[in-house]
């Protein structure tokens, strides 16, 4: 349980990661992924990777610049402009359906303007999900100009859209619905110089 913990990558740059252990019982037409991070990067970095055999970027989470965020899906992606953060946690949540083809993206608790990405696309289940890099190839590929240097926590997915009462239940730590991916109870394994600390403020 990682409650009130912290990932802390301590390099910049660098070539350590964290594995996360998650089998989706099927190919996802729908998801939400959240996380809290925490850096001084100004160079691209890549928060949360999902390489499928099929393609390395089926769910990628980066921030190419302090004042952007992207939402990769299946190797196309939407960009979310952001006020550049001021030296503090930021709480991104990104979802995303295939229905429809909206991607969802908040920062902080509030929703960003909706946008289109890959409408009736489907991401594969059989995954590599990594942290704190940019998946060029199943599982590896990195470039360590792309990775992160900082403090992630509270790093969630789910299978389905959750709605925007369950958006800011997230960003606010409050209780949420059963997860692929669940900070309290996340199947993980450390590569390279990553190490767990506590967080240092509510």
Known sequence: DLYRKVFVFRNDPSDAYVVLRAKPEQPLQNFTLCLWSYTDLTRPHGLFSYATKAQDNDILLFKPQPGEYRLYVGGKFVAFRVPEGRGDWEHVCASWES?????????????WPRKGLQRGYTVGAEAAILLGQDQDAFGGGFDVYNSFSGE????????????????????????????????????????GDVVVKPRLRE
């Open 99 to 111: 229905a429809t083809g909206i991607a969802e993206f908040w920062l902080n608790g509030k929703p």
């Open 152 to 191: 992630l926590a509270d790093v969630y997915l789910w299978d389905v859209g959750l709605s925007p009462d369950k958006m800011r239940a997230a960003y606010q730590s409050l209780r949420l619905p059963p997860a692929l991916l669940a900070w309290r109870s996340l199947s993980y394994e450390v590569k």
